[in-house]
């Protein structure tokens, strides 16, 4: 049974950078399309990025593209998501997500089957 756990999170202030960390075990990460989500208080649950098994195809929310890049270290059995830039529209409880079957469109929230506890991030001056 997979299990995922996230680290990182935290206050930043506005421009500031965080990497979230997302250790996997139980089973190896690569075997599963792997996400990262977020929500927000009052609000639903939204994708941010995802990534494939083979790593070869990313996805990315169009609120975050060219400021937050996903990647995956197999070795470590862990997932990333480096955030820039970040904005106080960021400030959310954010999560990791893997599905061991193919979801279409990656980042719908309720196609994924396993997930962590979430780590807040907080964007404030």
């Known amino acids: 049974q997979l299990q995922l756990v996230e680290s990182g999170g935290g206050l930043v202030q506005p421009g500031g950078s965080l990497r979230l960390s997302c250790a996997a075990s139980g089973s190896t990460v690569e075997y599963y399309i792997t996400g990262w989500f977020r929500q927000a208080p009052g609000k639903e649950r939204e994708g941010v990025a995802s990534?494939?098994?083979?790593?070869?195809?990313?996805k990315y929310a169009d609120s975050v593209r060219g400021r937050f890049t996903i990647s995956r270290d197999d070795a470590q059995n862990t997932v990333y998501l480096q955030m820039t830039n970040l904005k106080s529209e960021d400030t959310a409880v954010y999560y990791c997500?893997?599905?061991?079957?193919?979801?279409?469109?990656?980042?719908?929230?309720?196609?994924?089957?396993?997930w962590g506890q979430g780590t807040q991030v907080t964007v404030s001056s």
């Open positions: 990534i494939t098994k083979n790593g070869i195809s990313i």
């Open positions: 997500a893997a599905s061991s079957v193919f979801v279409s469109p990656p980042l719908r929230p309720n196609l994924y089957n396993y």
